[in-house]
């Protein structure tokens, strides 16, 4: 950078909030996110924002990224659904991420640590946050789905054993809009990789769908758009009736994240939370995800 240049940065600290704070420290996502930018980033077909640092530290963490919006980026808001191109782009972005690293994330062992302490602490936490986040959504979530949501999470551990069976890959795992962007050069982007974990194809597939696309244009186009995404994956792609049942799924992980969120009432705004809820109980109800476990 010459003199008298200025560069626009964003920096991602600890926050000041005590519950977002160990909502981040105690399943060590910050290292996670460090992780991904100090030893993955180079290695990603994904646009992702500059890193200028990255530092962690027990109880702190530092990230020093590009400002994408002065960089020219159009970022995503999960108020606003997001098209059905759209969708394609970033999942082509995906595929592409998810062929390279298929088979591939024992390179790298605390891509697999994460998963872990999930599955501990999803166990003990899982009930009173859905039963928390269901109460804070009301009308979001269709009641019938109220008994099959407690049944998972009282069941959590063994439902996920269904969920992450099969080979792993890369995922970033929290691509709902507010994560998204679409770079100066038109490619499709992802940040906040403070959940990028080793894990299922299929749980950032249905993540994104149920998360990012209003339901008429997800129910005219995501067997459209999941077809071309295992087109673009390539020779270790499932079968199109093993990839929608996965699909199904998975879609039960995007329904708790977005209660959890609303639960915890301090990771986004209320109204957007409340937003992605809806989004997600409703692609639930229309694809029976809770009976496809």
């Not at 209660?259 to 209320?270: D, E, S």
Request: one cysteine or more.
């Amino acid at each position: 950078m010459a003199d008298g240049d200025s560069l626009s940065v964003f920096v991602k600290r600890p926050s000041r909030s005590l519950v977002a704070r160990a909502f981040v420290a105690v399943p060590r996502l910050s290292r996670a996110e460090v992780g991904f930018y100090t030893d993955l980033q180079d290695q990603v077909p994904v646009a992702t924002p500059q890193c200028y640092a990255a530092q962690h530290t027990p109880g702190s963490f530092i990230l020093v990224l590009e400002d994408l919006a002065a960089a020219g980026a159009r970022l995503g808001s999960s108020i606003n659904p997001i098209s059905a191109d759209e969708a394609a782009a970033l999942l082509a972005a995906l595929a592409d991420m998810h062929r390279q690293w298929w088979g591939r994330t024992e390179s790298h062992p605390w891509l697999a640590r994460n998963p872990r302490r999930e599955l501990v602490l999803g166990a003990l936490l899982s009930p009173s946050l859905c039963r928390l986040g269901l109460r804070r959504a009301q009308q979001a979530v269709p009641p019938a789905l109220h008994k099959p949501i407690f049944r998972y999470a009282r069941n959590r551990r063994a439902a996920h054993a269904v969920m992450s069976a099969g080979p792993t890959t890369l995922i970033h795992n929290d691509c709902h809009p507010s994560n998204q962007f679409t770079a100066a050069d038109g490619r499709s982007g992802l940040f906040d990789w403070q959940l990028c974990r080793a894990g299922p194809w299929a749980r950032d597939v249905a993540y994104l769908l149920a998360t990012s696309l209003d339901p008429e244009t997800r129910r005219s186009t995501e067997r459209n758009l999941i077809a071309d995404y295992l087109d673009r994956l390539g020779p270790d792609a499932p079968t199109l009736d093993d990839a929608w049942l996965a699909y199904r799924r998975q879609t039960v992980y995007a329904v708790e994240a977005m209660l959890v969120t609303a639960a915890v009432g301090v990771m986004m705004p209320k109204s957007t939370a409340i937003a992605l809820v809806e989004r997600t109980a409703t692609a639930a109800a229309d694809l029976d995800s809770f009976d496809a476990l």
